[in-house]
């Protein structure tokens, strides 16, 4: 198996493509997760991740066996794209300006000093994620930009493919920052789950701290599993650095057939804050959403206390004159204080029991 290992690595599986557009927005955000960390703090690295992008079967037409990789994709992509267009007049840039004009992301790209033609890194924010309803329309009929561009329109179909293709910047090492707005909602679409899974991080990058903070996450909430990442990172902050590459993958286990893949790479920003995933934070986080947490698991003697309410209650609600009213909160006085009695009494005995007396 051959591969451009330019800087980085990673897989992946999903059957789209990938595109993305223009870098507009320079106003890259000021509040940052960053913080200095200790000059002891060791340097996050690169994990491939277990997933591949399947892109298209290599057929020895027009990809010879003795060819490189680097060869065969200069003759299976037209110039300037790193993914298979459904039209060409859709380049990166269409795609990339999708997002940026319909404020779905903050971008900012850091050009190579040396050759301004070249995008050196990257950064995004996301700050939402339109779904169907928000299209309000059917994902085919298409919307304009609030600015002219080539093409004008675009459908939902491509707001979709926006978010994949955006990412195909050469060179082949280049990475992206990642993170998402604080007041996102977590309503997202499935296609996006999807995209989460191939670009997002994954647990092996986490430090300590971090896997801590999620696991305590996916205790006390009401997350589902397949999306309790996605959800974490969004509520948090979390940051992560994504990087993909070229490489081939058999078409068919135990055949010489290859095919053309993406593989994608993450890693942990070192500069995170920890104190942004302390547990007094997220303690904050899970009283102000009561309705994204677990409810508590009610003890046998709030039960029965909620039951001897519950009759207490009904039973008042049921008189109908004052002295009635007062015989029935004597009534229950008195069994109040004989079920204290009798509770007072078997603990004694309970007591007993556990030191052996009654046994003798």
Request: with cysteine; glycine share 2%; proline share 8%.
């Amino acid at each position: 198996m051959t591969t451009i290992k330019p800087t980085l690595l990673t897989p992946l599986a999903f059957t789209s493509q990938i595109t993305s557009p223009l870098s507009i927005q320079k106003n890259y955000p000021s509040k940052l997760a960053y913080y200095t960390p200790p000059s002891s703090s060791p340097k996050s690295t690169f994990i491939t991740k277990d997933l591949s992008i399947p892109i298209l079967p290599l057929e020895t037409l027009y990809c010879p066996p003795n060819s490189s990789l680097l060869q065969n994709i200069s003759r299976i992509f037209p110039p300037g794209f790193y993914f298979i267009p459904k039209d060409q007049t859709k380049t990166r840039k269409f795609y990339e300006f999708i997002l940026v004009d319909s404020e779905s992301i903050t971008l900012t790209h850091q050009t190579d000093p040396s050759d301004k033609s070249k995008i050196k890194f990257s950064k995004f924010k996301v700050n939402k994620v339109l779904s169907p309803s928000d299209w309000n329309q059917p994902p085919s009929e298409l919307k304009s930009f609030s600015r002219a561009f080539t093409p004008q329109y675009y459908s939902y179909f491509d707001y979709m493919d926006a978010w994949f293709n955006f990412l195909s910047v050469e060179p082949f090492n280049h990475t992206w920052f990642i993170w998402f707005n604080k007041d996102i909602s977590l309503s997202f679409p499935n296609w996006f789950i999807q995209w989460f899974i191939i670009v997002g991080p994954i647990l092996e990058i986490f430090p300590d701290y971090a896997s801590k903070a999620f696991n305590n996450f996916t205790a006390k909430t009401t997350c589902p599993d397949y999306k309790s990442l996605l959800c974490f990172c969004a509520v948090f902050g979390i940051t992560w650095i994504s990087s993909w590459t070229f490489s081939t993958d058999p078409l068919w286990e135990g055949s010489s057939a290859t095919q053309l893949v993406k593989k994608f790479s993450v890693k942990w920003w070192s500069k995170f804050n920890p104190d942004l995933l302390s547990p007094s934070r997220l303690d904050s986080w899970f009283k102000s959403h009561p309705g994204l947490c677990k409810e508590k698991a009610i003890s046998p003697e709030d039960t029965s206390f909620l039951l001897d309410k519950s009759k207490l209650l009904a039973s008042l609600s049921a008189t109908s004159s004052h002295k009635e009213f007062l015989n029935r909160i004597k009534e229950a006085m008195t069994a109040l204080s004989e079920s204290d009695s009798a509770s007072s009494t078997s603990e004694n005995n309970n007591e007993d029991d556990c030191y052996g007396i009654i046994d003798l």
